[in-house]
T-cell receptor, first 112, second 114 residues
Framework: KNEVEQSPQNLTAQEGEFITINCSYSVGISALHWLQQHPGGGIVSLFMLSSGKKKHGRLIATINIQEKHSSLHITASHPRDSAVYICAVPPPYGGSQGNLIFGKGTKLSVKP | DSGVTQTPKHLITATGQRVTLRCSPRSGDLSVYWYQQSLDQGLQFLIQYYNGEERAKGNILERFSAQQFPDLHSELNLSSLELGDSALYFC?????????????FGPGTRLTVL
């Protein structure tokens, strides 16, 4: 079973701050997902990455496969970034299954 | 808007009852996933279908069943409901259900069992 650990669990930031959320997993994977869950409950896929770094607007995701670690960075944070950020990985066994194992999420609150 | 639709948005029912949740995947996606999100367990995978066939099974109770129809929509049936089944149920879809597919989530169905 792949264990997914996120830190911190809760994060409060001031608008404009640089934010980092971390994710570690126990077993090698083919890809890692970062998801965003808004206060209303909806889930949006932010990134899927298997190596290196990806950038979308003010969001940057990095992954180190050897260290089994990924980070999600938010530059120039804004109150609308307030959400729960969830890291997810596929299961460690082989085969074609694409289901995900989720971390417990990091609740981010950005104050104006 | 992810393109994945789920109905109903909210469902309130009593213990012992049976409900059906419905999901329509994004146009062109062949794989559908069902996830449950409860306060104490977080997000958990229930079951995955690909082009009408079950592909993977997670922590799905025997009281729960699902299927994917020829038009690719999927239904999750929950029976003999218990208080602990109260949760958000998400459906997601992806192009071919593989390990590196991006999954697109529906808005969820909030189930309350009283």
């Amino acid at each position: 079973k792949n264990e997914v650990e996120q830190s911190p669990q809760n994060l409060t930031a001031q608008e404009g701050e640089f934010i980092t959320i971390n994710c570690s997993y126990s077993v090698g994977i083919s890809a890692l997902h970062w998801l965003q869950q808004h206060p209303g409950g909806g889930i949006v896929s932010l990134f899927m990455l298997s190596s290196g770094k990806k950038k979308h607007g003010r969001l940057i995701a990095t992954i180190n496969i050897q260290e089994k670690h990924s980070s999600l960075h938010i530059t120039a944070s804004h109150p609308r970034d307030s959400a729960v950020y969830i890291c997810a990985v596929p299961p460690p066994y082989g085969g074609s299954q694409g289901n995900l194992i989720f971390g417990k999420g990091t609740k981010l609150s950005v104050k104006p | 808007d992810s393109g994945v639709t789920q109905t109903p948005k909210h469902l309130i029912t009593a213990t012992g009852q049976r409900v059906t949740l419905r999901c329509s995947p994004r146009s062109g996606d062949l794989s559908v996933y069902w996830y449950q999100q409860s306060l104490d367990q977080g997000l958990q995978f229930l079951i995955q279908y690909y082009n009408g066939e079950e592909r993977a099974k997670g922590n799905i109770l025997e009281r729960f069943s699902a299927q994917q129809f020829p038009d690719l929509h999927s239904e999750l049936n929950l029976s003999s409901l218990e208080l602990g089944d109260s949760a958000l149920y998400f459906c997601a879809s992806s192009a071919d259900g593989g390990r590196t597919d991006t999954q697109y989530f529906g808005p969820g169905t909030r189930l309350t069992v009283l």
